[in-house]
């Protein structure tokens, strides 16, 4: 009986320890070759396109919003020379990286896990396997390399139209000036934010791939098998990436020294 | 030239549930073999360990002195190239045509120029008879079409074993007739040794050199295809002539009430043993045995009406 319940206590863990072997086995492929160039490509373009348009669009509002809640705020403080600065901070500190995680998580993961799932069960992994073809190096590899590039470039994407929303915003609705806004810009922001914001991407597009990949590859039970993989993939990627945001925030506040205007 | 696969002591559950215990076999070198099994017997779970994409839980696979089982990752991927499998739907990459399907393994494995593959992958795919086809998508063609691809594919790294898992399910009676002669002369042209697992009476009977049943978590019989088919053991009786009366019943095992009542039932008379199929150019596969020799040799006498001509069923052999 206590060997039972043992297990079923466990069992998460066993879950965990799975999914981390499938990214040390990712990680190996990584460095194996031959290297799948077109296959990296080719995912990297469809996991953009995907992406792209989504992103942009959730940019807008998020810097929207950012301006309109700390340009409310900074205006009681007598401050509004800094929304600019304000602005910046936020977006590229932390809306950049969120907002990427969830799109590359919300519609390149899934698209990887259905992927990846709707071939599992047609066996064409194990026709792969058995014609001699590691599908972590020849399929999981590119997608995993592809989610992480496209991953930065979205940062920078959100990056910019944040900013860009948060500026039409407090320009034209709040009345701000122009000159301040763009002016405060450095006041409290600086480069590491950027490198920051960028790392946080990268890893984020490392996560949602690996999660949705191992979900995909273990898909089992038919159509429906597929779709569980693909929900699952999504939900525990959000859980994960939440967790290591804050976990790489709190570790950025330690290593660099907030600016002082 | 074909090679044996050596199958010792093979079990394997999943959780709690017992596949099958105990399995042990030698599928002997370029011959054909079918393993039989009521739908549910692990069949293609044999089939998947067989090429080490399962791991049993006890037991060994050797294959040219190498254990499936045991090895590493790496001599695994090695080994699996002397494999060709054909899956149950054919397992095409949905995202490549037909053509780039079957040429896949040599664009991967060798280093042939694109004028040698399409050579390799025309001959394969006219021995399919998938001419003209090349270009279709898996998903655009019909179930025939796609297990006939995949049987392409299996066979363009000139495989020493070829598995076949269910190569007859969804098929139409006379597809898989000529499925079944193409496997026969695919035998005596490549001399590679052939496992089907299929659950298919007419190819079980007129197909292979030997025949092995899977029964109840256990391998109930192996052995030459005329041992199985004059057998009076009850299980491979009831299974190789697709009666009700016998050991096996609708859910895996008949239970005591029905076995008594049947008791007092006579069997029918064994039907008499048909001839192998023949290689369509008439001349006997190396390892094809004349028909009857084993019942001769081991003093069985056949049921009346064996290895004549006219008794051949269905089986394709037209000629």
């Known amino acids: 009986m206590s060997s039972v319940s043992a297990a079923k206590v466990l069992a998460p863990v066993g879950t965990a320890g799975k999914l981390f072997a499938f990214g040390l086995d990712v990680c190996r492929g990584i460095f194996r070759r031959p290297f799948q160039l077109r296959e990296f490509i080719q995912q990297a373009w469809f996991i953009a396109s995907v992406t792209i348009v989504p992103t942009a669009l959730v940019a807008i509002p998020f810097g929207a919003v950012i301006a309109l809640q700390v340009g409310g705020l900074i205006t009681q403080f007598g401050a509004q020379s800094f929304t600019g600065s304000a602005s910046v901070l936020a977006v590229v500190r932390e809306a950049g990286p969120i907002a990427t995680a969830l799109l590359v998580a919300g519609a390149g993961g899934s698209a990887i896990a259905a992927d990846l799932g709707a071939r599992k069960i047609r066996e064409e992994l194990d026709a792969m396997m058995v014609l001699g073809i590691d599908p972590i190096q020849r399929l999981v590899v590119p997608r995993v390399l592809a989610c992480m590039l496209v991953s930065v470039f979205l940062n920078g994407l959100v990056s910019v139209v944040g900013v860009a929303g948060g500026y039409v915003f407090n320009v034209i609705l709040q009345h701000g000036t122009p000159g301040a806004y763009l002016a405060s810009f450095t006041a409290l922001a600086q480069m590491s934010d950027v490198w920051q914001g960028l790392i946080k991407a990268l890893i984020f597009g490392l996560i949602a791939a690996i999660v949705a990949s191992y979900k995909g590859m273990n898909a089992g039970g038919g159509p429906k098998g597929v779709g569980d993989a693909v929900n699952e993939s999504v939900v525990i990627t959000f859980m994960l990436l939440f967790i290591v945001n804050f976990v790489m925030t709190a570790i950025y506040f330690q290593l660099v020294p907030a600016k002082t205007g | ?319």
């Open chain 2, 1 to 319: 030239m074909g090679v044996d696969i050596k199958i010792e002591g093979l079990t394997k559950s999943f959780g709690k549930q017992l596949i099958w215990g105990d399995v042990s076999l030698t599928v002997p070198a370029g011959e054909i073999c079918v393993m039989l099994g009521p739908s549910g017997t692990g069949k293609s779970v044999l089939l998947k360990t067989l090429i080490g994409l399962l791991k049993p839980d006890r037991g060994s696979v050797v294959i040219e002195g190498v254990d499936i089982c045991s090895c590493a990752e790496k001599d695994l991927y090695e080994i699996r190239k002397l494999f060709g499998v054909l899956f149950q739907d054919g397992a095409m990459f949905g995202s490549m045509n037909l053509y780039d399907n079957v040429a896949f393994p040599l664009r991967e494995h060798t280093k042939k120029s694109e004028a040698d593959i399409r050579k390799v992958v025309m001959e394969k795919m006219d021995l399919v008879g998938l001419i003209g086809a090349e270009d279709k998508l898996p998903g655009e063609i019909s179930g025939g079409m796609r297990k006939r691809a995949g049987l392409a594919r299996a066979l363009v790294l000139d495989p020493e074993i070829v598995l076949f898992d269910e190569p007859d399910s969804g098929l139409d009676p006379v597809r898989t007739a000529f499925l079944n002669q193409l496997i026969v002369d695919l035998n005596a042209q490549i001399d590679a040794t052939f496992l089907i697992v299929t659950h298919d009476i007419n190819t079980a009977r007129t197909v292979p050199d030997n025949i092995g049943l899977l029964y109840h978590k256990h391998l109930a019989m192996f052995g030459p295809r005329e041992m199985l088919l004059s057998s009076e053991e009850p299980v491979v009786r009831q299974f190789l002539n697709a009666q009700r009366v016998g050991p096996i019943g609708m859910s895996e095992e008949k239970d005591a009430d029905q076995l008594a009542a049947e008791k007092d039932m006579d069997l029918p008379p064994l039907p008499p043993i048909a001839l192998q199929l023949d290689p369509s150019n008439g001349i006997p596969r190396r390892s094809q045995r004349p028909p009857g020799e084993w019942c001769r040799e081991n003093g069985v006498t056949p049921p009346p009406g064996s290895f004549l001509q006219d008794s051949v069923l269905a089986g394709g052999a037209g000629a």
